[in-house]
């Protein structure tokens, strides 16, 4: 394959991984946004949905399609649940001190993590895409009769993947009416601003606090069953997206929604491009050097505005 | 009795009970115990930062590993033998826990932690990413007929097992005595209350910036002696795991407390110890004891003794 | 060196955005007398003094201390030239005891003799009137003692200016008094720069008073001069002296 192409199809992939880390990145985001508070288990969310998913799909018998939808209802709602329970138990009895809750999440990862090798077992299991048609693209090239359309052999994406890049686009815009639009996103943003003067004003600032963590889960987990046909289940599988949801917040600016959307653009496209081209442990070395200048040289990130 | 002479006496009758275990417990146990001082000094080196000073880093597994490889490959590529390897090892730390300080302390609080959390990430994926001298994840491995120094064969039990008290002895006092000295409590001072630090003529972030440093290359010796007495080196010690370990002993011990470190890690390994045998989810288990850390116990065992029984304890 | 002026200041301001918080001062502090800056909330005196001890970068002008410009100072520096500072809100080490929070204070000049930081911590302890109370933690005391430990810790650094940021605020009338008395017995000793928002305690213990008003300075002068000049009974005085 040419150049061209070659980055044509780096770029897809680019926008496949962007789409998840979006979702991801959007609900430790909004997590911290909110609540203040950095959630180290998230990445454990994330792969909870996607072994959910598995168990839901494996359940399922008929058509694959079946088993993924009810897996893309299911699982963001149990993983919600759970989330919820446990800042409820844990998170909110500790008053979200900083250093503690920082603590108190490892450990939740660590329970998580090992909780589902000792149900789910060590090995990697596939899920099966509701639908999987090979698209191949055309690419234009000047050749001696002019401008041409050809279709350079491997230049392809499959039907599944372009709906992951449409379902994570539609999932977000709902996202940001439901905050911007409606009481619900009212309460969430006075809760954010000021939640001594919220809980003055009548916010159940606790309640509030317990559904957002379980938001900020649900949507990883969202992202998680939109891969697991992808990518298969396993229960380390939290560790990367972790790590690139917290560059992505970082990067975006701590707290800063739009941010968080335009650097996982940003991150998830240069990480399809990058690792097409170079090798991916630089890639990684350098993304998280990066992030770690930024958080010293621009704390409030590449977009966010200094906090006063 | 002062409360100095306590702390004294507690000190010295903790380093005469570890040298007493040698001819009282059972082989099995002698071999953890070595292994459990050389961990006690990392989580010494990490409580001198974060129980006292207040700086909670994620990212101590870069300053271990520094000192493990500064060791390790300056003997398996530059032939270099154990003592000038071990100095090797304690400089790169020091260069290291220096250049990360200095990076890293231009935040606080949650940022700090995700920093240093981020550098070492970048360091255990380099380790990696240089796996044609590091040997990656699989490591390597320091042939026995190198491990010795000054006439001793560091590889035999009895010289291991007191190399390990050793140097477990040196830093746990230095420790203890310079938490004492006005510097330590300067940097008590500073984890009490930075800006009333500042504000008494104290330049905060120099005195930060010494504790990482000394903080580091204490974690990088327990690195450098880890490789020296058990033969191996590998990238599993600079994951993200081997940060949140000395943040666990600490936590489980006592913070900002002299003793906490040995106790968190005698109890956190047992614990590993005997779970590993039933399940091979054993990490299950560490996140149980922080998620109740943090609920009932914030201070450790040493730390809730201190509350409670103890009030002179250092 | 100017002799008569322990601190001044030429054209100081402090924007924040577009607002101005202060605006231009010139300022100048007699040295070894008591100076009290008054002005009603809102005035700039906080942000005034912040920018003098270094805790508030300025926007622009100069900060001269013994006819230095400090300007470039951090600061920790400026305290080492024998500045102390107490907080407006209860700024105490709460988790450690009165000792070890005054040794902290006296330890940054005294060093590491041992002897001279007791005798130092004893001495001021005594000067409070907190000796009993050596042991305890600091956080544990009333709000009246925190306010008198921040004083002793002052005054453990054997300062040269001392700035007191609102230190009667949240005492009790015989507190008050006490303050007072600490204060008029160190006249002449040391410099003191006291905000202050009880008349009473000005009146009893200011050589010269300072009115700030909308960032800017409004009046300076002895206590009579300040209390006979309309502009400031028109700003400040007519509306807080019955306070």
């Given at each position: 394959m040419d150049f061209g192409p070659h980055l044509l199809l780096a770029s897809l992939e680019g926008a496949v991984t962007a789409a998840i880390l979006a979702l991801t990145a959007m609900g430790?985001?909004?997590?911290?946004?909110?609540?203040?508070?950095?959630?180290?288990?998230?990445?454990?969310?994330?792969?909870?949905?996607?072994?959910?998913?598995?168990?839901?799909?494996?359940?399922?018998?008929?058509?694959?399609?079946?088993?993924?939808?009810?897996?893309l209802g299911i699982a963001p709602l149990v993983v919600g649940l759970m989330a919820a329970a446990a800042d409820k138990l844990i998170l909110q009895k500790i008053n979200y001190d900083p250093d503690r809750t920082i603590v108190a999440t490892i450990g939740l990862m660590y329970i998580i993590q090992q909780t589902t090798l000792m149900t789910f077992g060590p090995d990697a299991r596939p899920v099966q895409p509701p639908f999987n048609t090979r698209l191949a693209l055309p690419w234009f090239e000047y050749g001696e009769s002019g401008f041409a359309m050809v279709w350079p052999w491997g230049l392809s994406i499959t039907s599944y993947k372009l709906f992951v890049i449409v379902a994570a686009v539609a999932i977000l815009t709902t996202l940001w009416l439901v905050i911007t639009r409606s009481k619900i996103g009212l309460i969430m943003r006075a809760t954010q601003l000021d939640s001594e003067t919220a809980q003055a004003f009548g916010v159940p600032v606790d309640r509030v606090y317990m559904w957002v963590f379980g938001l900020g889960a649900g949507l990883a987990a969202v992202g998680a069953v939109l891969v697991v046909p992808i990518q298969q289940a396993h229960y380390l599988m939290g560790h990367d997206p972790l790590l690139l949801a917290f560059i992505t917040v970082i990067i975006g600016g701590l707290g800063s929604l739009p941010g968080t959307i335009i650097a996982a653009i940003l991150i998830g496209m240069s990480d399809g491009v990058i690792s097409v081209f170079f090798s991916p442990t630089l890639a990684k070395i350098i993304a998280t050097l990066v992030v770690a200048m930024v958080l010293a040289f621009r704390p409030q990130g590449l977009l966010g505005r200094s906090v006063h | 009795m002062t409360d100095t002479q306590r702390s004294q006496g507690l000190h010295l009758g903790v380093i005469a009970l570890l040298a007493a275990a040698f001819f009282i417990l059972p082989t099995y146990h002698v071999g953890n115990l070595s292994r459990i001082m050389v961990l006690a000094i990392y989580a010494i080196g990490y409580n001198f930062l974060f129980g006292y000073t207040g700086l909670l880093s994620l990212g101590h597994a870069l300053f271990f590993a520094a000192g493990m490889y500064g060791l390790g490959l300056s003997m398996e590529l530059f032939d270099l033998s154990a003592a000038p390897a071990l100095i090797v090892g304690l400089a790169s730390a020091l260069v290291v826990s220096a250049v990360i300080g200095f990076l890293a302390l231009r935040t606080s609080g949650v940022s700090f932690m995700i920093v240093t959390l981020m550098f070492a990430q970048a360091g255990y994926l380099t380790i990696l990413y240089f796996g044609s001298y590091t040997r990656g994840d699989e490591g390597f491995v320091i042939p026995q007929a190198d491990r010795a120094m000054f006439g001793f064969d560091l590889s035999n039990d009895t010289t291991r097992y007191f190399a390990a008290l050793l140097l477990f002895s040196i830093c746990f006092l230095a420790v203890a005595r310079l938490v004492q000295s006005p510097f330590g409590r300067t940097l008590i001072a500073i984890r009490e209350n930075e800006e009333r630090a500042r504000m008494l003529g104290y330049n905060t972030v120099s005195h930060k910036l010494k504790a990482v440093i000394i903080s580091g290359t204490i974690s990088g010796l327990a690195g450098a002696a880890y490789a020296l007495l058990f033969g191996y080196a590998g990238a599993t010690f600079a994951t993200v795991q081997y940060s949140i370990f000395p943040l666990?002993?600490?936590?489980?011990?006592?913070?900002?407390?002299?003793?906490?470190?040995?106790?968190?890690?005698?109890?956190?390994?047992?614990?590993?110890?005997?779970?590993?045998?039933?399940?091979?989810?054993?990490?299950?288990?560490?996140?149980?004891?922080?998620?109740?850390?943090?609920?009932?116990?914030?201070?450790?065992?040493?730390?809730?003794?201190?509350?409670?029984?103890?009030?002179?304890?250092? | 060196m100017d002799a008569m002026n322990i601190l001044s200041t030429k054209g100081l301001t402090k924007a924040y955005g577009g607002i101005k918080a202060n605006t231009d001062i010139d300022f100048v502090l007699p040295r070894g007398k008591t100076m009290a800056l008054i002005g009603p909330n809102g005035a700039g005196k906080s942000t005034f003094v912040g920018m003098l001890c270094g805790r508030i970068p300025a926007t622009s002008g100069d900060v001269f201390f013994e006819g230095q410009n400090i300007n470039a100072l951090a600061a920790h520096q400026r305290i080492s030239l024998g500045i102390a500072y107490t907080f407006q809100i209860t700024s105490v080490f709460a988790g450690l005891s009165l000792h070890e929070n005054v040794a902290l204070a006296a330890r940054r000049r005294l060093g590491t003799d041992t002897a001279a930081v007791n005798a130092k911590v004893a001495d001021v302890l005594a000067r409070v009137g907190l000796t009993e109370r050596t042991d305890q933690i600091a956080g544990d005391l009333s709000y009246g003692h925190q306010r008198l430990l921040e004083i002793a810790m002052g005054l453990a650094q054997d300062p040269r200016l001392f700035i007191l940021d609102e230190p009667t605020q949240g005492l009790a009338d015989s507190e008050v008094a006490d303050f007072i008395a600490l204060i008029n017995a160190l006249a002449g000793e040391t410099t003191i720069l006291l905000i202050e928002h009880n008349m009473h305690v000005v009146m009893q213990t200011a050589a010269y008073i300072t009115v700030l008003n909308g960032g800017e300075i409004l009046a300076a002068g002895t206590p009579d001069e300040i209390h006979a000049n309309e502009a400031v009974q028109a700003a400040y005085l007519g509306t807080t002296t019955n306070a």
């Open positions: 430790l985001s909004i997590v911290f946004g909110v609540m203040r508070v950095v959630n180290v288990a998230h990445g454990e969310f994330y792969m909870l949905g996607a072994v959910i998913a598995w168990w839901v799909t494996s359940l399922v018998g008929g058509h694959p399609a079946i088993g993924f939808v009810l897996a | 666990l002993w600490v936590l489980l011990g006592g913070a900002g407390t002299t003793i906490g470190p040995l106790i968190g890690v005698i109890f956190m390994f047992y614990l590993i110890d005997l779970s590993s045998s039933i399940t091979s989810a054993y990490m299950l288990i560490a996140g149980v004891v922080l998620v109740l850390l943090t609920l009932f116990a914030p201070q450790g065992l040493a730390g809730e003794l201190r509350k409670r029984v103890f009030k002179w304890m250092p | -």
